[in-house]
């Protein structure tokens, strides 16, 4: 472990907030989840009205020397400064960790991508003028055309397989898939307030990045937003994170959740089942990150909580 690094200071570039949301990105909704839940100390850099708009890739994490990009390694990097949100996870849990993450990104982002960039009606109304207003001119006029044309490029390179090669034909099945992993999701995570027990890990920060763009967003047209809607948990368990970590506004607890099943949800259990355990015997090392007590802050009151508790 680097003592410079111990002792520098931790700078985040991300793009901004709106929506109720401390910032609009998935993958930077991540990492300030997982700082928020570690009690690590980073200075937020919102890119937004900057050059940066059209060159950087973010989230960027700056701390000394070090310059890290994307989730996986920022929180990697995070680990070893001791701000481990997972410390307290046995090898399956962290095991399980990973094979959901891995349902996410195949599942779910791909439904998310076509949701914001792709469709018409939500690219129109929403997704092009919040960042074209975000970004200085003329790269107003360049950064949405972009980003759309780099989500429409990964969900045919992801999708596309033969014979599917065009965008149309590959809607139904991206939103089947995703529907199903909002559905395991829901049904993991039940009544709890997290996945892993009282205290939220890197498992909820990636959920929380994933779902809560959608539970925000104001979008035109999404079914897989109404169908998000009807998952009471998940939708709580975003409003209780967004309430418990970055707003001192909490508000009132959604009904408790009603835990359904589809047809389809006992194949997918199975199929992250055997996703865990084959990482579970591969990977030895998966938490490879110093195996001392981490500096985590004491988490605020749940909502559970509050609503049990008496007003003075």
């Given at each position: 472990?680097n003592p410079?690094n111990?002792a520098?200071?931790m700078?985040l570039?991300?793009?901004?907030?709106?929506?109720?949301?401390p910032?609009?990105h998935?993958e930077s909704?991540v990492?300030l989840?997982y700082?928020?839940?570690s009690g690590?100390?980073?200075?937020?850099?919102?890119?937004d009205?900057?050059?940066k708009?059209?060159?950087?890739?973010?989230?960027?994490?700056?701390c000394g020397d070090?310059?890290?990009?994307?989730?996986?390694?920022?929180l990697?990097?995070?680990?070893?400064?001791?701000?481990?949100?997972?410390?307290?996870?046995?090898?399956r849990?962290?095991?399980?960790?990973?094979?959901y993450?891995?349902l996410?990104?195949e599942?779910?982002r791909?439904a998310l991508l076509h949701t914001?960039?792709?469709?018409?009606?939500?690219?129109?109304?929403?997704?092009?003028p919040?960042?074209a207003?975000?970004?200085?001119f003329?790269?107003?006029?360049?950064v949405?055309c972009?980003?759309?044309?780099?989500?429409?490029?990964?969900?045919?390179?992801?999708?596309?397989?033969?014979?599917?090669?065009?965008?149309a034909?590959?809607?139904?099945?991206?939103y089947?898939?995703?529907?199903e992993?909002?559905?395991?999701?829901s049904?993991?995570?039940g009544?709890?307030?997290?996945f892993?027990?009282?205290?939220p890990?890197?498992?909820?920060?990636?959920?929380?990045?994933?779902?809560?763009?959608l539970?925000?967003?104001n979008l035109?047209?999404?079914?897989?937003?109404?169908?998000?809607?009807?998952?009471?948990?998940?939708?709580?368990?975003?409003?209780t994170?967004?309430a418990v970590?970055?707003?001192?506004?909490?508000p009132c607890?959604?009904?408790?959740v009603q835990?359904?099943?589809?047809?389809?949800?006992q194949?997918?259990?199975q199929l992250?089942?055997?996703?865990?355990?084959l990482?579970?015997?591969?990977?030895?090392n998966?938490?490879?990150?110093?195996?001392?007590?981490?500096?985590?802050?004491?988490?605020?009151?749940?909502?559970?909580?509050?609503?049990?508790?008496?007003?003075?």
């Open positions: 472990m410079k111990m520098a200071a700078e570039r991300c793009w901004g907030g709106d929506w109720g949301l910032s609009v998935t909704l990492v989840a700082a928020k839940f690590a100390k980073v200075t937020v850099s919102p890119i009205w900057t050059w708009t059209l060159t950087a890739t973010v989230p960027e994490l700056l070090s310059t890290l990009q994307e989730p996986t390694q920022i990697n990097f995070l680990r070893k400064q001791r701000f481990n949100a997972d410390y307290e996870l046995t090898a849990q962290g095991a399980d960790t990973m094979a993450i891995a996410l990104e599942k779910l791909p914001f960039w792709v469709d018409a009606e939500n690219y129109a109304n929403l997704t092009r919040w960042f207003s975000r970004s200085p003329p790269l107003n006029f360049l949405p972009c980003h759309a044309n780099t989500a429409l490029s990964r969900i045919l390179l992801t999708k596309g397989e033969a014979p599917l090669h065009r965008i034909e590959v809607e139904g099945k991206i089947s898939d995703a529907k992993c909002l559905n395991l999701l049904y993991r995570l009544a709890a307030n997290y892993f027990g009282d205290l890990t890197s498992l909820d920060a990636f959920v929380f990045g994933f779902v809560a763009p539970r925000k967003a035109p047209s999404s079914p897989l937003q109404s169908h998000l809607s009807q998952l009471e948990n998940l939708t709580r368990f975003c409003d994170i967004l970590y970055f707003s001192s506004d909490h607890p959604l009904p408790p835990e359904t099943m589809d047809a389809n949800l194949k997918l259990t992250v089942n055997k996703e865990s355990n990482i579970e015997k591969m990977d030895d998966l938490r490879s990150s110093p195996q001392h007590k981490p500096h985590r802050p004491e988490p605020k009151p749940s909502l559970v909580t509050e609503k049990n508790s008496t007003p003075a």
